[in-house]
């Protein structure tokens, strides 16, 4: 993953850090909470990519809005895992082999 996602979430974590007056618990429980609206926003930029919703009619942004959502949400969980972790580039490039492992098995003859 590019370097500059995970040094955007440090200064991040960082800014959060010296701007919140919770306690570091409620901060990180909050941030989980932040990474759940935020994939709602995805979810809700889908509805008005379709032009779903009768009440707002269609997003101008369209399938654009999506993919902005879907960035603020990736870009909220690396936050997140910062909060979480001393080393969360390491942690999330371990969980990834983990899954590409897993991946490879399903794809390989044989696999259960």
Not at 67 to 91: F, K, M, N, Q
Request: net charge negative; charged share 25%; with cysteine.
């Amino acid at each position: 993953m590019d370097d500059a996602a995970w040094r955007f979430a440090e200064d991040f974590v960082g800014y959060l850090e010296t701007h919140s007056e919770l306690p570091r618990d409620q901060r990180v429980l909050v941030q989980a909470l932040k990474l759940q609206e935020e994939s709602g926003e995805v979810a809700s930029a889908v509805i008005g990519a379709l032009g779903a919703n009768p009440r707002k009619g269609p997003d101008p942004r369209g399938w654009d809005g999506v993919r902005a959502e879907a960035c603020d949400t990736a870009i909220t969980a690396l936050v997140l895992l910062t909060h979480l972790s001393d080393d969360p580039a390491g942690y999330f490039a371990a969980h990834l082999r983990g899954l590409t492992e897993r991946l490879a098995a399903l794809e390989s003859p044989g696999a259960a």
